[in-house]
């Protein structure tokens, strides 16, 4: 349970902070007749009198030289009174406390280990098929689909992606999609194992103290695993449509069990850890928190699932072709390779400047949705931590830098569809019949991005009010008391 006033996460059956010694349970002391009552009201739920608020801890015991004879004597007027009503409010609560409380903590000791359990199976499922991310080639016509056995996976990028390398003049070109390929998955791969190691740490504690939390590090595992597959089918995706015939690469069945599994053990886990933190807790917070980021959440599992539909795409005659970074270099690469023997130098600094564009923007392309990808993370982990309570600065941050990713890649998309992709098939390869370049995808993307951007402004607004000014009010009573 995390503490409203300070923020430190205490065990689930706690009835006070172990940092700030601030109740749990959003009551507070009435000074006129004792008993608890909450601490946000201005009355006494019990004996209607204005009490403005006071918790325990901040109880007003200030030995002041300045302060007057008659405010001393009103503050241990005050001191002796409310030791009397903790000690009878504490008396009178045992009996009970004895039979509610330790149902109460037993039932959230079982939904705390089988969310533990769930994001266990999470990580596992994420951690194993992370390293089996693939695709295959699948033919399509008249509404019936065949797969052709064949499998292209991300292991790819590790050999065959650079064998066209030194087999002819000019073949070196499609080394910067090569390359990035390469980093993204070995990024992967290392941030998998450094997550599995973490996540093998706190279940170690968890089972020895029964204190802490696994979620994030399914969390991690899981977007991790998304984010990969997304990215590899926005290198590798290529589909062509001719006279009703359609070929394109799609998920292998392994790829698509894991999402699947992923996210039902995910969502099981998120969804037990929710009612496990708001079992006493503020349903106004906790609805607040769960919709916000549950929202934010959906946005950006929207924006990944986009990324696997390729670089751009575009339409000529009766024909239709969508392609990825990859095959796209590959066309750069086949272009320069049959330009190098006889282009004139104004032709091939024509051709190598366009190269450089090309690359420049794809460079940064995939930086931002690696970027994207990391402050959506933090995002969800930030809002979990902070789960019924305000979204912390962490939080919006990551927010706002995920939706500026968003925004800058539909941005790199549109200019590679309006500058990069125009050039190679109206000016080098000189075709009769100009092809016509969809740019409804970046639009989506920035589109998606202003969405995402609009939601983490709203959200701090919300936050603002619903706890920060809440907050002011508390403490402004306590300094009121205290003079």
Not at 151 to 165: G, K, P, R
Not at 205 to 228: M, R, V, W
Not at 254 to 277: D, E, P, Q, R, Y
């Amino acid at each position: 349970m995390i503490c409203a006033r300070c923020g430190q996460e205490n065990q689930q059956d706690a009835v006070f902070c172990k940092k700030c010694g601030r109740r749990l349970d959003g009551n507070s002391i009435c000074p006129t007749c004792g008993k608890l009552t909450p601490a946000d009201g201005e009355y006494c739920i019990y004996c209607g009198s204005n009490r403005n608020a006071i918790v325990e801890k901040n109880l007003p015991f200030k030995k002041e030289a300045e302060l007057s004879k008659e405010n001393e004597t009103k503050h241990e007027a005050l001191a002796k009174h409310t030791k009397a009503s903790v000690n009878k409010e504490t008396s009178s609560s045992l009996s009970e406390n004895k039979v509610s409380s330790k149902p109460k903590t037993k039932v959230k000791s079982i939904l705390s280990l089988i969310s533990q359990i769930s994001t266990c199976l999470v990580i596992l499922f994420s951690t194993i098929f992370v390293f089996l991310v693939g695709a295959t080639p699948t033919i399509s016509s008249g509404g019936a689909s065949a797969d052709t056995g064949l499998q292209l996976n991300i292991y790819y990028f590790f050999s065959d992606a650079f064998e066209v390398i030194g087999t002819a003049d000019a073949s070196e070109l499609i080394l910067p999609s090569s390359l990035l390929g390469l980093i993204v998955i070995i990024l992967a791969f290392v941030f998998t194992i450094i997550n599995i190691a973490f996540a093998i740490k706190a279940g170690i504690k968890y089972i020895k103290e029964k204190d802490g939390n696994l979620t994030k590090y399914g969390i991690n595992a899981y977007f991790i695993y998304l984010a990969l597959a997304c990215i590899f089918m926005l290198f590798i995706a290529t589909k062509t449509n001719t006279s009703g015939i359609s070929i394109g690469y799609s998920l292998n069945g392994a790829t698509i069990a894991g999402i699947i599994l992923g996210a039902i053990f995910l969502l099981a886990s998120l969804v037990l850890n929710g009612i496990v933190k708001g079992y006493n807790g503020n349903l106004k917070g906790y609805l607040f928190s769960g919709i916000s980021s549950s929202v934010i959440t959906i946005i950006g599992i929207v924006s990944l699932s986009l990324f696997g539909l390729g670089l751009y795409s575009l339409t000529m005659e009766e024909s239709s072709l969508s392609s990825g970074i990859q095959p796209y270099y590959g066309q750069l690469t086949s272009l320069g390779i049959s330009l190098y023997p006889y282009a004139t130098d104004d032709m091939w600094n024509e051709f190598v400047l366009n190269y450089v564009g090309n690359t420049i923007c794809v460079f940064f392309l995939v930086a931002f949705v690696l970027s994207f990808v990391e402050s959506l993370i933090r995002f969800i982990n930030e809002s979990l931590i902070h789960f019924g309570n305000s979204f912390s600065k962490k939080a919006i941050t990551s927010g706002f830098t995920a939706s500026i990713s968003l925004i800058l890649i539909g941005i790199i998309l549109l200019i590679v569809d309006l500058v990069c992709v125009p050039y190679i098939y109206e000016k080098l390869l000189s075709t009769t019949v100009s092809p016509e370049i969809s740019i409804v995808m970046p639009i989506i993307f920035m589109v998606l991005g202003v969405i995402f951007l609009v939601g983490i402004i709203v959200i701090k607004i919300l936050n603002n009010k619903l706890f920060q000014n809440k907050t002011n009010v508390i403490e402004e009573k306590t300094i009121v008391e205290e003079n």
